[in-house]
């Protein structure tokens, strides 16, 4: 079964946007950035401190919107592949999840 998250006008380019979800009754929180038309999800949980990066709702990037930002500690992670480019995380990854996009541009999760 995949779950609709939303529709990729929602999300600015380049944007990100969260979301918490309940699945099998557990909760899972994950986000996606969309840059150049392409769309990248993730767990919202840092490898650093195992805890969610934004400070904000939907603000996941630095400020030149060109990496994934932690905010607790500044780890930075790279948009398309989620590999740690600085910071505290000493090269440990975003865990990636798969999405999918339908013809009309809703994104889903995939199982
Ligand atoms: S919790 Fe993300 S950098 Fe420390």
Known sequence: MSIKLCHINDIE???S???ELTINQQPLN?????????V???????????INLEWLPDDFLD???DLIQCSVHGAL??????E??????NGQP??????????????FLCD
């Open 84 to 89: 740690c480019a600085g910071g505290p995380c």
């Open 30 to 38: 994950i986000f996606i950035v969309k840059k150049d038309d392409r």
């Open 63 to 65: 400020m030149d919107k």
């Open 94 to 107: 975003l865990q990636s999840i798969e999405l999918d996009i339908d013809g009309e541009g809703n994104i």
């Open 13 to 15: 380019d380049p944007g």
């Open 40 to 50: 990248f999800g993730y767990i919202n949980q840092c490898p650093h401190a195992g």
């Open 77 to 82: 992670f790279v948009i398309e592949t989620g």
């Open 17 to 19: 946007k969260g979301f």
